[in-house]
């Protein structure tokens, strides 16, 4: 299948698809030179690794998992941990989400007032810092 003929199928363009060529995600089947041409079965990686990426792994974990003989190697424990990542985006997502409801529902005259809005807005304080203290601390690890 000719590059074009993969692009117009996934809607990638072709400069996507040389790419994930380059970092490993597919090959192509075409001698070095020649216009580019891939088995069928690349429709089937490029979904894996929209799935995956969709999932939000990189192309680097997604690279790990599709080696060259096309069966699928699954590392469960790096699929664990970014459900793990994604559990907690939706509770803060959850949260924020109850809190601007609050917010915009709330009765007092004044939202400096309101009890339930001075909680979130200390509890997103302290998340604050704490994301920022976990920043500098993976920084400062770095550095070190």
Known sequence: MDISDVARR??????TLRFYEKKGLITAVSQAGERRRFA??????L???ALGQAGGLSLDEISAMLPV??????????????ADQID???KRLRAMS???RHAAE???ANHAQCPT??????AAAGRSRHARAAAQGAFTSRIS
Do not use: N, Y
């Not at 996934?10 to 400069?15: D, E, Q, V, Y």
């Not at 069966?71 to 664990?80: I, K, T, Y």
């Not at 809005?117 to 200390?122: A, N």
């Open 69 to 82: 003989d096309g069966s699928p190697r699954v590392d469960r424990q790096v699929l664990l941990a970014k």
């Open 40 to 45: 069928p079965d690349v429709l089937d990686q």
């Open 88 to 90: 907690a985006t939706i």
């Open 106 to 108: 709330c009765p007092a």
């Open 10 to 15: 996934t809607g990638l363009p072709a400069s």
């Open 47 to 49: 979904a894996l690794i």
């Open 98 to 100: 109850q809190g601007l």
């Open 117 to 122: 809005f001075q909680r979130l807005l200390k």
